[in-house]
């Protein structure tokens, strides 16, 4: 579903104008290390601790992508490449930190919506343009955009693709919103170049309006060689559905996020390991609050526990810090926030429009939205 509209007209409506100019802010200036800082290379820094990130130069820097396009899909390779994708068939690619940006965007895709990308590094990488009907398609490149190859166009109008996300380099599943009242799964096991649906007998029932919000990139997440996990909204009940066998079968459980309007869900899953998720949404509408629009789970998404203090207004990205046990981002159109203790707390450090975030194992970490704002953490 797109994250922008209701379950009865999402198929023809996108970020709205009004909502984009809302969240312009004369205060995207944000906290950036001092440029002697920001220029060091990262072994010269310090490690990624709390302490580093509550430090005074911490935040994002944004960077100059040259693009007005607003990027929803977003895959941090290391603190030096990335890839972002969205609105108007965009696709660009950082290989120097965010210095310079190339327009590597699949040729005659200027009318699709991309809402995800899954980049496996530098040259290889999925995309994911989002729709009822055709609108949703898969590309894939392996020569760092040079050439891109169409390897699937949704022939169901009756199925509109949301997420995707990768296991390993081969298999990997793309999420649809319900079609005979059961979400859709889409599997691969050649690196995204063939696709094909799975039985739906082990999937549960959706509820009446429910469905997955395109707002990030992060509304199926995966972690491990067979984990993935699937987060909902627009129903009586914001859900997460959880798999161990890549989307054959799947098992369902409540969260106390907020719900009862279409509006409302999650909108982002973050898992570490097999055990530890946290879940971030709300009410996407700017004059609607979102209060309680965080959980956390320490069995796998068994079971969900309120945020004691969670962020103050709706968020749809979310990424654990890299080889952390307690820090993670959460990012939103009116600003992020940082948890130093497994996301039971959350601080906001910044308050510039972010709509999705990612992380790096080197450590580098991501966060990019509308107008063409991409940004890079520094500590």
Same mark, same amino acid.
């Given at each position: 579903m797109?994250?922008?509209?209701?379950?009865?007209?999402?198929?023809t409506?996108?970020?709205?104008?009004?909502?984009?100019?809302t969240h312009a802010r004369?205060?995207?200036?944000?906290? *950036?290390a &001092?440029?002697?800082?920001a220029?060091r290379?990262a072994?010269?820094?310090?490690?990624?601790?709390?302490a580093s990130l509550t430090a005074p130069?911490?935040?994002?820097?944004?960077k100059?992508?040259?693009s007005t396009? %607003?990027? %929803?899909?977003?895959?941090?390779?290391?603190?030096?490449?990335a890839?972002?994708a969205?609105?108007?068939g965009?696709v *660009?690619?950082?290989?120097d930190?965010?210095k310079?940006?190339?327009?590597?965007?699949?040729p005659?895709?200027g009318?699709?919506e991309?809402?995800?990308?899954?980049?496996?590094?530098a040259r %290889?990488? @999925? @995309?994911l343009?989002i729709?009822e009907g055709?609108?949703?398609r898969?590309? %894939?490149?392996?020569?760092?955009?040079?050439t891109w190859t169409?390897s699937?166009?949704?022939?169901?109008?009756r199925?509109?693709?949301?997420?995707l996300?990768?296991?390993?380099?081969r298999?990997?599943?793309?999420?649809s919103?319900?079609v005979?009242g059961r979400y859709?799964?889409?599997?691969?096991?050649?690196?995204?170049?063939?696709?094909r649906?799975?039985?739906?007998?082990g999937? &549960?029932?959706a509820?009446q309006?429910?469905?997955?919000?395109?707002a990030s990139?992060?509304?199926?997440?995966s972690?491990?060689s067979?984990?993935a996990?699937i987060a909902t909204?627009g129903?009586?009940t914001?859900?997460?559905l959880?798999?161990a066998d890549?989307?054959?079968?799947w098992?369902?459980?409540?969260?106390p996020l907020p719900a009862?309007?279409?509006a409302?869900g999650?909108?982002?899953?973050?898992v570490? /390991?097999?055990?530890?998720a946290?879940?971030?949404?709300?009410d996407y509408?700017?004059?609607? *609050?979102?209060p309680?629009?965080?959980a956390?789970?320490d069995?796998?998404?068994?079971t969900?526990? &309120?945020?004691?203090?969670?962020?103050?207004?709706?968020?749809?990205g979310a990424?654990w810090l890299?080889?952390s +046990?307690?820090?993670?981002?959460?990012?939103?159109?009116t /600003?992020s926030?940082?948890?130093?203790?497994?996301g039971?707390?959350w601080h906001?450090?910044?308050t510039?429009?972010?709509?999705?975030?990612?992380?790096?194992?080197?450590?580098?970490c991501w966060a990019?939205?509308?107008?063409? +704002?991409?940004?890079?953490?520094?500590?």
């Amino acid at each position: 579903m797109d994250a922008t509209s209701s379950p009865a007209s999402y198929v023809t409506t996108h970020a709205s104008a009004s909502y984009a100019t809302t969240h312009a802010r004369a205060s995207y200036a944000t906290t *950036l290390a &001092p440029a002697s800082y920001a220029t060091r290379p990262a072994s010269a820094r310090d490690p990624l601790t709390a302490a580093s990130l509550t430090a005074p130069h911490a935040g994002w820097q944004l960077k100059d992508s040259g693009s007005t396009a %607003r990027f %929803r899909g977003l895959a941090a390779v290391s603190r030096t490449t990335a890839w972002a994708a969205g609105t108007g068939g965009t696709v *660009l690619r950082t290989r120097d930190g965010g210095k310079h940006w190339r327009d590597i965007s699949p040729p005659g895709a200027g009318a699709l919506e991309f809402r995800d990308i899954e980049a496996f590094d530098a040259r %290889r990488a @999925v @995309v994911l343009a989002i729709g009822e009907g055709a609108a949703s398609r898969v590309f %894939r490149t392996d020569d760092a955009g040079a050439t891109w190859t169409e390897s699937f166009r949704n022939p169901d109008p009756r199925a509109f693709y949301d997420c995707l996300t990768f296991f390993d380099r081969r298999h990997g599943i793309a999420l649809s919103d319900p079609v005979d009242g059961r979400y859709r799964i889409l599997s691969t096991g050649d690196g995204g170049r063939s696709w094909r649906v799975l039985p739906s007998d082990g999937m &549960p029932p959706a509820q009446q309006g429910e469905a997955a919000f395109a707002a990030s990139g992060q509304c199926l997440v995966s972690s491990g060689s067979h984990d993935a996990w699937i987060a909902t909204g627009g129903a009586a009940t914001a859900r997460v559905l959880h798999t161990a066998d890549r989307g054959r079968t799947w098992t369902v459980t409540d969260t106390p996020l907020p719900a009862g309007d279409p509006a409302r869900g999650i909108f982002a899953l973050a898992v570490r /390991g097999r055990g530890h998720a946290l879940a971030v949404g709300g009410d996407y509408r700017p004059d609607q *609050l979102s209060p309680h629009a965080a959980a956390v789970s320490d069995d796998a998404g068994a079971t969900w526990t &309120p945020a004691d203090a969670p962020p103050k207004a709706y968020r749809s990205g979310a990424a654990w810090l890299p080889h952390s +046990r307690r820090l993670a981002l959460a990012v939103g159109p009116t /600003g992020s926030n940082l948890t130093l203790d497994g996301g039971h707390t959350w601080h906001t450090f910044d308050t510039g429009s972010y709509d999705t975030v990612d992380c790096a194992p080197d450590p580098g970490c991501w966060a990019a939205g509308e107008k063409g +704002r991409i940004a890079r953490l520094e500590w």
